[in-house]
């Protein structure tokens, strides 16, 4: 198993442009979610899916879309950039009920 | 009031001493909690699970107080390799079941 994959690693954006992250797992696990970490602020929340089809917003939202067309996939817009996403964006998974949450190695952006 | 609270540290220790984090939550009706440990630009990895009755593996010890709300993390006998952020992290109750986690305690074992 691959585990969670994540792409880009690097990415630089200008003002106003937008883009996607990628997200895949390959564990048939239901619970994904996107987090952002900035220094000394821990992992927030953006957007989470409990299932292929279904998603919700977390702490931080504004400025992130999210779909969930399929069980291994959930990538992550970000609709016009600011250089407040300047941020470690990590997609992570879990299977159903209480369980370890797995991340992806994270997509360092910059938005200048 | 933070969901999850714990100390930022830095917490400097030399090897072969013990040290203890704790860990606070807002909602008494959190079900599960967990500490991960993240190293400096890497993605954050389960460390154990916290069980009512305690838990211990090896050298880290986890125990849950849920009448104070409060997690906590003992490591014994540090390492230099045990230098890296420790997560709390709380399960909320039934409907939103995202993972809340802390911002994280900041481990630095010195030689």
């Known amino acids: 198993n691959a585990g969670v994959t994540q792409t880009p690693k690097f990415q630089v954006l200008k003002t106003g442009q937008s883009m996607t992250l990628q997200c895949a797992q390959d564990?048939?696990?239901?619970?994904m979610s996107w987090y952002r970490q900035d220094p000394g602020m821990g992992l927030r929340l953006i957007h989470y899916s409990v299932g292929a089809g279904i998603t919700d917003q977390g702490e931080v939202p504004n400025g992130y879309n999210v779909s969930r067309s399929t069980t291994e996939d959930f990538p992550l817009r970000l609709l016009s950039a600011a250089p407040s996403q300047t941020s470690v964006y990590f997609c992570?998974?879990?299977?159903?009920?209480?369980?370890?949450?797995?991340f992806g190695p994270g997509t360092r952006l910059t938005v200048t | 009031r933070k969901e999850v609270e714990q100390d930022p540290g830095p917490f400097n220790v030399p090897e072969g001493a013990t040290v203890a984090f704790n860990c606070t939550y807002s909602n008494s009706a959190s079900q599960s909690f967990f500490w991960y440990r993240q190293d400096c630009r890497k993605e954050p990895k389960l460390l154990m699970s916290v069980y009512s009755s305690g838990n211990e593996d090896g050298r880290f010890t986890a125990q849950l107080n849920r009448a104070s709300q409060y997690i906590s993390l003992l490591i014994r006998d540090s390492k230099l390799s045990d230098s890296a952020t420790y997560l709390c992290?709380?399960?909320?109750?039934?409907?939103?079941?995202?993972?809340?986690f802390g911002s994280g305690t900041r481990l630095q074992v010195q030689p």
């Open positions: 992290v709380v399960t909320p109750p039934t409907g939103r079941r995202a993972l809340t």
């Open positions: 564990m048939n696990h239901e619970y």
């Open positions: 992570a998974s879990r299977p159903t009920g209480d369980h370890e949450q797995y």
